[in-house]
C-alpha cells in the first residue's frame, strides 16, 4: 500500500460525520443557517454562551427577554435607575450563582474591583474610570448611540469582554491608553466602540480618526468591524488601498471624505510625504498590535505617523496581547498620563488554549511527526502550521500537499490576490491546513481553528504567544503544539515560560533548563535557527520533482513573456506553478 495515502487518511473531513460540528463553526452563515432553517430558539443564545467571557449572557439574555416581554416602550428601558439594575441581578443571582458578583452596572470603586479582581484586570494611572459592567452599563453613563447598541445586538455581541469593559469607559473619557490582553479577547471593539461612539456625524474636515495595523490582512479585518459597528451613522471609513490612494492623489475632494482611517504604516507614510493625506485633524490614533509597530522595521514609520498627527489635543490608545516593558517605556513618553490596562498575566498566552511542547529529535522527526499525528486523527481541520521562513512554507507545503492534505501557504512570495483568496477559502473550510510564516501570526480572527502546529519553534515569546492565539479564541477551546529539536534549546525556553505563566502543566525538564539571557533573547530575534530542508523523500524523487516543478514554471513564463505581462502577474504564475 502506498505509505502517503495511509498517511492522508486522518486528515480526511468527514463533513456529515464526527467533523461536522467544526466545520459548521468554521463557517459561521452554515450554523446560522441551519439553526435558522431548523426553527432553532436563537442563535445568538447557542453564541454567546459559547464566548461568554464574563458567564453572564444567559443573565444578560433573560433580561432583554423580560425587557422586551413587559413593554416596548424605550422610555422606560433608559429610565431604569442603576439601583433597579443591581436588584434585578441580585434576584436572578438567588437562581444561578455563577455571576453573583459582577453587576450589570457599575456604579463603586468596590464593585470595580470585585470586577477587576474576578477577570485579573490590573489598572495603573490617575483617575481611572470606573468600568462597565454590561453594554447597557455605557447606554446609561455614555447615552451609546442607538445605532451602535442594535449593531452589537445583531452580532450577538450580549456584554463586554474584560478589556473592553476598561477600555471603552477610559477611551470615552478622551483618556491615553495602554491596554494588554489575550489574543482573542475582543481589543478590535475595545477600541472601535469608542471611536465609533465619539466621533460626531460626517464632517468635511477630513480624517478625524486612525487606526493603524502592521499587516494589510489585520487592516482589512479592522476595517470590515468597523464598517459592520457604524452601520446607521452617517461616517465614512477608508482603507488605505493602492487605489485610495490613487484615487486621493488624482481627486483632492475625495481626501476630506473620510472620517476614519484604517491603514498599514508604510502606505500611510508614503501617502503623507506625498502630501495626498493630511493627519493634522486626527483627534483618536489606535495604534493596533503596538508592540509590533514599535520594533526596529515599524519604528521609523511610526515616528513619523506621529509626527504628522499634529493635534495637540490627539488621543492615543495602544493595544496588544504583549507589550514587552521596553515598548511601553517608549511609548510612554509619547503619551500625556495614560492609563495602563493589563488583562491577566502580562504576555501571558489565552488560558482556552491547550499547550504542548514535542520533541522531535531532528527536522526529518518532524515531518514523522507530523504525519503521525495525521495519522493518529490529532490534526482536526482547521489547523494553522507556523514555519520560520518562505522557503520552509513553501517546502513543507509540497511534503503534505504530496500527502494529499488539502493544504495551502501563505507567505511573503505571494501576491496580495493570491493571500485573499487563500484566507477566503480557508474561512469557507475548502482549505482544512495553511501553513504560513509570522506574516499572519498577528490579530487574524478565523473562526474556530482547532488546533495550531509551530513546525518551527518561534523566535521570540512575543511571537509564540500571537501565533498560538490564532486558536482557542472568543472564549473557544484550542490546541497548540510547538515541536523542537536539540538544536532549539534557547528558544523554547521562551515557550517554557509562556506555558508557566499561562498555568499549563510543564514538566521537570522543562523547569530545570538553563535561564536565557537577554542577550541571547535578542540574538535570536534577529537571527533564526539554521534548519537542514524540510523533506523525507528520497534525494532522487526530490530531484525529479523540482525538474518537473521548473518546466512547468519556465513554460508559463515564456507564455507570460508572449503575452507581455506585468511583474505581478509573473510573480502569481510562478507561485502557482510551485503550487
Ligand atoms: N463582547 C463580545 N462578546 C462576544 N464575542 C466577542 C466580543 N467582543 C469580541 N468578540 C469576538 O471575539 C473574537 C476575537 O476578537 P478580536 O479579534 O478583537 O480579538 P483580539 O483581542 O484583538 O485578538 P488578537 O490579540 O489576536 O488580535 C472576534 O471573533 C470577535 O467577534
Known amino acids: ?20 460540528k467544526d466545520l459548521e463553526l468554521f463557517n459561521p452563515n452554515a450554523t446560522a443557517a441551519k439553526e435558522v432553517a431548523a426553527g432553532s430558539d436563537s442563535v445568538d443564545l447557542k453564541i454567546a454562551k459559547e464566548i461568554d467571557f464574563f458567564k453572564n449572557a444567559s443573565k444578560a439574555d433573560k433580561k432583554a427577554k423580560k425587557v422586551s416581554s413587559e413593554t416596548n416602550n424605550k422610555d422606560k428601558k433608559v429610565k431604569q435607575s442603576n439601583k433597579n439594575v443591581i436588584d434585578n441581578r441580585n ?6 450563582d455563577d455571576a453573583v458578583s459582577v453587576p450589570l452596572s457599575i456604579t463603586s470603586p468596590e464593585e470595580a474591583s470585585v470586577q477587576r479582581k474576578k477577570f485579573k484586570i490590573k489598572t495603573t494611572g490617575d483617575d481611572i474610570p470606573l468600568p462597565i459592567g454590561s453594554f447597557e452599563d455605557l447606554t446609561t453613563r455614555f447615552q451609546l448611540h442607538r445605532h451602535l447598541l442594535r449593531n452589537l445586538e445583531q452580532q450577538n455581541f450580549s456584554s463586554p469582554t474584560a478589556i473592553q469593559s476598561e477600555s471603552i ?36 474636515t477630513g480624517i478625524r480618526c486612525l487606526i493603524v495595523s502592521p499587516t494589510k490582512e489585520l487592516a482589512t479585518q479592522i476595517y470590515n468591524e468597523v464598517v459592520k459597528l457604524s ?35 508604510l502606505r500611510l507614510v508614503d501617502a503623507v510625504k506625498s502630501e495626498i493625506i493630511d493627519l493634522s485633524h486626527v483627534q483618536h490614533l489606535v495604534l493596533d498590535e503596538a508592540d509590533k509597530l514599535f520594533e526596529q522595521g515599524f519604528l521609523e514609520q511610526t515616528d513619523d505617523i506621529l509626527a504628522a498627527c499634529s493635534n495637540p489635543r490627539l488621543q492615543k490608545a495602544l493595544f496588544s496581547a504583549t507589550i514587552p516593558s521596553g515598548v511601553e517605556e517608549m511609548a510612554k513618553t509619547i503619551m500625556h498620563s495614560p492609563i495602563r490596562i493589563i488583562v491577566g498575566h502580562k504576555e501571558g498566552a489565552s488560558h482556552d488554549i491547550d499547550q504542548k511542547l514535542v520533541y522531535a529529535g531532528n527536522e526529518q522527526g518532524k515531518l514523522i511527526a507530523i504525519r503521525q499525528m495525521i495519522t493518529g486523527g490529532e490534526v482536526v481541520p482547521p489547523v494553522i502550521i507556523f514555519v520560520q521562513s518562505i522557503q520552509r512554507a513553501k517546502a513543507l507545503f509540497h511534503e503534505l500537499l504530496y500527502d494529499k492534505v488539502n493544504v495551502d501557504a501563505i507567505h511573503g512570495e505571494r501576491t496580495q490576490n493570491q493571500r485573499d483568496k487563500v484566507i477566503e477559502r480557508f474561512k469557507q473550510g475548502e482549505i482544512w491546513v495553511l501553513i504560513c510564516t509570522d506574516v499572519l501570526s498577528r490579530g487574524i480572527d478565523f473562526r474556530g481553528v482547532n488546533l495550531v502546529i509551530n513546525y518551527d519553534v518561534p523566535q521570540s515569546s512575543q511571537s509564540y504567544v500571537h501565533r498560538i492565539g490564532r486558536t482557542g479564541r472568543a472564549g473557544r477551546a484550542g490546541k497548540a503544539v510547538t515541536f523542537f529539536t536539540k538544536d532549539d534549546h534557547d528558544a523554547v525556553k521562551n515557550v517554557v515560560n509562556v506555558m508557566k505563566q499561562s498555568g499549563c502543566d510543564v514538566g521537570d525538564w522543562m523547569l530545570k533548563m538553563k535561564k536565557i539571557t537577554k542577550n541571547d533573547k535578542k540574538q535570536l530575534k534577529k537571527k533564526p535557527v539554521e534548519r537542514t530542508e524540510i523533506s523525507t523523500v528520497p534525494s532522487v524523487i526530490r530531484q525529479k520533482r523540482k525538474q518537473r516543478r521548473d518546466m512547468v514554471e519556465a513554460s508559463k513564463k515564456r507564455k507570460l513573456h508572449s503575452t507581455d505581462d506585468g511583474p505581478a502577474s509573473a510573480e502569481q504564475s510562478s507561485d502557482e506553478a510551485s503550487d
Open 1 to 20: 500500500m502506498d505509505i502517503f495515502k495511509l498517511l492522508s487518511r486522518g486528515a480526511t473531513i468527514q463533513r456529515n460525520g464526527k467533523h461536522q
Open 91 to 96: 434576584d436572578e443571582d438567588d437562581e444561578e
Open 169 to 204: 469607559p477610559i477611551l470615552l473619557h478622551g483618556r491615553d491608553l495602554i491596554a494588554c490582553a489575550p489574543t482573542g479577547s475582543g481589543k478590535t471593539l475595545a477600541f472601535s466602540i469608542p471611536l465609533v461612539q465619539s466621533l460626531k456625524e460626517h464632517k468635511t
Open 231 to 265: 452601520r446607521g451613522r452617517d461616517l465614512n471609513i477608508c482603507i488605505l488601498t493602492k487605489a485610495a490612494a490613487a484615487k486621493f492623489r488624482n481627486d483632492a475632494l475625495s481626501r476630506q471624505k473620510f472620517d476614519i482611517l484604517i491603514t498599514t504604516p
